[in-house]
């Protein structure tokens, strides 16, 4: 059984920041993609950040750009993201994931086969 399993949401002040991790059991964590999305009340669920475990490549939302960084340790089939000066407007439910993604679509939610539980980070100005 796949299971991905999100930690370190919270509460900070704008400017903050929070280090989310996604461990990763029963999956072939080698050689797929590992991503976040978030998902707001009332809006869709986009992408934010995705590395492909094989070789490290990494990928990120525009809004993010700068902000985040998606990191992995392989020795642990864990993924982390790193978000630094936070923004009111990054408060989300956010969730991991993992699929064999096409790189063109990483930001896609309809591509990924397991989901984590989700984990709230909410940002005050």
């Known amino acids: 059984e796949v299971q991905l399993m999100e930690s370190g949401g919270g509460s900070v002040q704008a400017g903050g920041s929070l280090r989310l991790s996604c461990a990763a059991s029963?999956?072939?964590?080698?050689?797929?993609?590992m991503a976040w999305f978030r998902q707001a009340p009332g809006k869709e669920r986009e992408g934010v950040a995705a590395i492909y475990t094989g070789g490290g490549s990494t990928y990120y939302a525009d809004s993010v750009k700068g902000r985040f960084t998606i990191s992995q340790d392989n020795a642990k089939n864990t993924v982390y993201l790193q978000m630094n000066s936070l923004k009111p407007e990054d408060t989300a439910m956010y969730y991991c994931?993992?699929?064999?993604?096409?790189?063109?679509?990483?930001?896609?939610?309809?591509?990924?086969?397991?989901w984590g539980q989700g984990t709230q980070v909410t940002v005050s100005s």
């Open positions: 994931a993992a699929g064999a993604i096409p790189r063109v679509r990483w930001a896609s939610q309809y591509e990924y086969n397991y």
């Open positions: 029963g999956y072939a964590y080698s050689n797929n993609c």
